[in-house]
Structure formats: structure tokens, C-alpha cells
């Protein structure tokens, strides 16, 4: 289980790393998404993997599993969520006003 | 009366709120609700720094290491002071010279741009921090395509991917301090790092590490200040400057974990955060250095100077004593305001009257306090470092004086190529002229009040590098 999850980080990242590095805006927000799954599981294993216990207070509960990541997590998918629309929307902008959807500096010097 | 905490995050919150509900398309409003809430700012921070500090708040009552705490000591306060008093001069700056008019929602970004500012410096919770760093991100990805144009949205693309990769770091970076010490709360992050077995030193320093990086992302420290020339240089001349005190939050938080969390006594991070901040501050000095002699125009000029002032800020504070952080306080005051004030006079310099006389003469007071000359306060600021790291007097010296050096041929290039010209008829607006004026008042003020407020600093240093009132405020709420 921990090996599964940790080898599903480390390509997740690795995605993310190789496409985040391209010169393409679209290929660059695909990586930014790959990067925030992988941190949205990181965060999520910070607390432990304790599968099938529960979050809240249960009475009958045998056991539980941390809570707070899951909160962070929820936090941290709302905002990679919204600022994946804004950056959409920049490039969508930038690439409609230039023609040219390169993210390399090379024309700002 | 005591002002709750919180207000000076909700003022701003609520009065973009406001603006975007009943007057989205009624600019005398929004310009009038702006005022309010900054004035109401500043408000605030007189009545916060009247308290006594430090003061704690649970926010929702949830006790302590659970809940989210927010906590004022004297640096959120100075912090807030300082964004308080620069956003009044650059919101007049604003006003006076219609910058608001470019495109829409200029106020209420402006607004939530103060929201994350105020919230970032309040608050007492690593994760909170997190979510404010994103709060005035949002607001600042707005604010520098405010305006539109090819250049500004390029440049805000890359800024954009930029900051975003950083929040990842982020995130990950409060992955493995959650998964060591499990819990995010500072004050108790403090004890739990500090009683942390041998074991699990690695991963912390780790942590540390990441976290380290993503401040430098927001200070741009080299070598990860790639994003700033061009950004800075594009975006809307007031935007910039008061983006100068954007910066400075990368610096807050590198000073705030590393004399709370990962002080040079932690057995298991040691003086890591002394060790990469003093070499990354001089190699970030002599960039930006380089970068001004090399810049084009003066919008660029003042994004590298921004840069120094950063290099220059962070030799200091990587000091991590007591006299090195008052001398780097110091030098933050004053550098914020003269990059500020170096932007509002390019934002002059493009506008009718800008080769001016009275450009020009405000161009050479804000060029002697940018290079830290005599007699502004720059000087005594790059004074105070220079003596606080008689440590490492073998680099500091030579680094700092050459760089100013430079720094000044850079500034005297710029000032001959713009102002050396036959004098024009037409008169820059004197409305226009007020938010450098006073932004240069307030660096004559810093100057002849030098002693008590390096005084106030000092005892704010010690307190910083003696946390345990914040602590024990902290855990008070429990």
C-alpha cells in the first residue's frame, strides 16, 4: 500500500516536473495539474495510510484515521482548482493576444 | 477600545465584497471605499500597536494546536503598519493619476491583495500562511494584467506558473512538517522541532529546506528571482510599488520560521537557514546589481533594484541575532518605501511633464535613498548591516560597498539619460506629485528619527529571537 501510493507520487511528480518544464502553455497548466494531484496525495498520506478507518468520532469505531489532512487536502484541491482557472484564462488571453503560446522569456530581455 | 484580530483581514475582504455586489461599475464608489478601508487600516494599526504585544486569538474558539490562531507581536504589527501606510500612498498615487481607469476591478483586487498581506503577517498557523500566500497572489495575478496589453499578460503568464510551482513546494514542504511533528500551529511547531529525536532530523531539515525555497520564490533570492524583472518591469507602475512590499513577505516569513521554528539552537536543523541565507543574500545583491547597470529604462531599473534591496535584506536577517535582525527591520522599512517610491516616479516619467524639473529632482532624492547614500536613511540601513555582520566583514564589506557602487553609476546613467535633455513646457500634475513626496517624507522622517525607531527594532529583535511570550501567548489559549 505504501509503496503503491508513494511509486503513484513520484510519477505524478515526475509528470508534472517534465511537463511544468515545457515551453508550451497548455502543456505547462497539464503539468501544474499533475504536480498539484501528486501534492493533493502527498498531503493526503502526511497523516498516516490507515485504510478504512474513519475520520469523525463514531462510537463503534475501532479505530481512526487523521482528519486534518483531509481538511488541508480539501483546502488545497479548491485553491490548485481555482488557480488553474485563472491561469487558463491568462494564457487563453496571452495566446489569443500574441499568436504564440511559448511561457520562454526570451522576447522579455 | 481593543480591536478584535481578525478585523484587519475582514475590513479589507468585506470592502471588496462590497464593491464587486453594489458597485461594480461605479468607480467614484469603489475609489471612495478604498479609501475607507485603508484609512480604516490604518486605524487599526495605531490602535494594535497602542496594545500590549504579543496578543493571540483562536479564531472560532477552537483551542490552540487545533484551531487556527492568529497572533500579533511587534513584527505582524510593524508589517501591517508598513502595508497600511504604503497602500495609502500608492492608492493616492492611484487616484491621483487614473490608473484605476485602465481596466476593471482594480480596487477590489487591490483590496484582497491587502487581505492576504494583512493575513499572512497575522497569522499563527503554517497552513494559514499557505492560504494567504495564495489569497494576495490571486489578487497580485490580477493586478499585473491590470491594464491588459501582450507584454503584461505574457509576463503575468510566467509569473503565474512561477508562483504556482512554489505553492506546490509549499504544500509539500507542510506535508512533511505535518507528517513529522503533526501539527501546524507555530508556537507548537516551535516545541515540537525543537524536542524532536535525532532520527527524524533529516526529514525536518528537509521541510525546512522546501519551505526555505518557497520564501525565496516570494523574495526572489537568487537564484530563484528570474520571475521578478520581467513581471515587476510589466505591470502597472503604482502595482509595482506596492508590490514592494510583496516581497518583503517572503523575507517576514523566512525571519518568522527561522528565529520561531528553526532557530540556530535546534539541535536538529542548526544554523541551516543562517548557512544558505548568507550566501544566496550576497549572490542576490550582486545580480540585482549587475542587473540595474545592465537594465533598460527605468522600470526595469527599479525591478533589479528591488532585487538589491532583497540581496541586501537577507544578509542581514541570515545574521539570525538580535542586532543583525533590528539593522535588517530597519533596512526593510526603508528599502520598501524607495522601491515603491523608484516605481511611482517611473509611473511619472511616462506621463505628461515627466522629464520635468520636479521629476527629476524627486528622481535624485529617491536614486540617493534606492543606492544608500547619505543623507537618507539607505545609508544608515546598509550602516547598521555592515556593522551587525562584522562577523563575516570579509565578504560582506567588499559585496555591499561594490555593489552600491554600482548600484549608483546604474542610478546616475538612468537619471542622465532620462532628465539630460532641454527643458519641456509642460508640467507634470501636481496631484500626481504627492505620493512621492510623501513616501520621500517618510524616509527623511526614518532618517531624523533613526535612534528611537532602531531603538523600538532592537526591542523587537530580542523579542524575536527570544520567542517564549509568544509561546506562552499561544499556549494561553489552549
Do not use: C
Request: hydrophobic letters at 60%.
Amino acid at each position: 500500500m505504501e509503496a503503491l501510493v508513494a511509486m503513484a507520487i513520484g510519477l505524478l511528480t515526475a509528470a508534472g516536473v517534465y511537463l511544468t518544464l515545457r515551453p508550451r502553455s497548455f502543456d505547462v497548466i497539464l503539468g501544474l495539474s499533475f504536480l498539484s494531484y501528486a501534492v493533493n496525495l502527498f498531503l493526503f498520506a502526511s497523516g498516516r495510510l490507515a485504510p478504512g478507518k474513519l475520520p469523525i468520532i463514531d462510537p463503534g469505531a475501532s479505530g481512526y484515521t487523521d482528519p486534518l489532512p483531509q481538511a488541508l487536502v480539501l483546502t488545497a484541491i479548491v485553491i490548485s482548482f481555482g488557480m488553474t482557472a485563472v491561469l487558463v484564462m491568462m494564457g487563453l488571453g496571452a495566446y489569443l493576444r500574441t499568436q504564440s503560446d511559448s511561457t520562454d522569456d526570451k522576447d522579455a530581455e | 477600545m481593543i480591536p478584535d484580530l481578525v478585523t484587519p483581514i475582514v475590513l479589507p475582504a468585506a470592502t471588496a465584497a462590497v464593491m464587486l455586489l453594489i458597485g461594480r461599475n461605479n468607480l467614484a464608489l469603489q475609489r471612495g471605499l478604498s479609501l475607507v478601508s485603508v484609512l480604516g487600516l490604518t486605524g487599526l494599526w495605531v490602535a494594535l500597536a497602542l496594545q500590549t504585544l504579543p496578543r493571540a486569538e483562536a479564531l472560532g474558539n477552537w483551542p490552540a494546536p487545533f484551531g487556527i490562531v492568529l497572533v500579533a507581536d511587534g513584527l505582524s504589527v510593524l508589517m501591517l503598519g508598513l502595508v497600511a501606510g504604503l497602500a495609502g500612498i500608492v492608492l493616492l498615487h492611484v487616484l491621483a493619476t487614473g490608473t484605476d481607469r485602465l481596466g476593471a476591478s482594480f480596487h477590489p483586487l487591490f483590496q484582497f491583495q491587502l487581505m492576504g498581506l494583512n493575513g499572512a503577517f497575522l497569522t499563527g498557523d503554517a497552513f494559514t500562511l499557505f492560504v494567504f500566500f495564495e489569497v494576495l497572489l490571486i489578487a497580485s495575478y490580477g493586478l499585473v494584467v491590470h491594464g491588459g496589453g501582450a507584454a503584461r499578460l505574457l509576463a503575468g503568464v510566467r509569473y503565474v506558473v512561477t508562483n504556482l510551482v512554489g505553492s506546490t513546494l509549499f504544500l509539500i514542504g507542510l506535508g512533511v512538517v505535518y507528517a513529522v511533528t503533526g501539527t501546524l500551529n507555530m508556537a507548537d511547531l516551535a516545541a515540537k522541532v525543537a524536542a524532536l529525536p535525532a532520527g527524524d532530523a533529516g526529514l525536518i531539515r528537509v521541510a525546512a529546506v522546501m519551505l526555505l525555497l518557497v520564501f525565496a520564490v516570494k523574495a526572489a533570492l537568487v537564484p530563484l528571482q528570474v520571475w521578478l524583472p520581467a513581471t515587476y518591469a510589466e505591470s502597472p507602475a503604482p502595482v509595482a510599488a506596492l508590490f514592494a512590499v510583496m516581497t518583503k513577505v517572503g523575507a517576514y516569513a523566512a525571519l518568522r520560521f527561522g528565529t520561531l521554528i528553526f532557530p540556530p539552537g535546534t539541535p536538529a536543523t542548526g544554523t541551516l537557514y543562517a548557512d544558505l541565507l548568507l550566501p544566496a543574500g550576497l549572490v542576490t545583491l550582486g545580480v540585482g546589481a549587475v542587473g540595474m547597470l545592465g537594465a533598460q529604462g527605468i522600470n526595469r531599473t527599479a525591478a533589479y533594484a528591488a532585487i538589491t534591496s532583497t540581496g541586501t535584506l537577507f544578509i542581514a536577517l541570515s545574521g539570525f541575532t538580535p542586532l543583525a535582525t533590528s539593522a535588517g527591520l530597519y533596512y526593510l522599512i526603508h528599502s520598501t518605501l524607495a522601491v515603491a517610491a523608484l516605481f511611482l516616479i517611473a509611473d511619472l516619467v511616462t506621463r505628461a511633464g515627466g522629464r520635468s524639473g520636479a521629476v527629476a529632482v524627486l528622481f535624485f532624492a529617491t536614486a540617493i535613498g534606492v543606492a544608500g547614500m547619505p543623507p537618507l536613511s539607505g545609508f544608515l540601513g546598509k550602516l547598521l548591516i555592515l556593522q551587525a555582520r562584522w562577523d563575516f566583514a570579509a565578504v560582506v564589506w567588499p559585496v555591499v560597498l561594490t555593489t552600491s557602487l554600482l548600484t549608483i553609476v546604474a542610478l546616475a546613467r538612468l537619471g542622465s539619460d532620462l532628465f539630460w535633455k532641454s527643458a519641456t513646457a509642460d508640467r507634470p500634475a501636481t496631484a500626481s506629485l504627492i505620493a512621492p513626496v510623501l513616501i520621500l517624507s517618510a524616509l527623511v522622517a526614518l532618517t531624523i528619527w533613526a535612534g528611537p525607531m532602531t531603538d523600538t527594532l532592537t526591542l523587537l529583535a530580542r523579542d524575536l529571537h527570544a520567542p517564549a511570550p509568544y509561546l506562552a501567548t499561544v499556549k494561553a489559549l489552549q
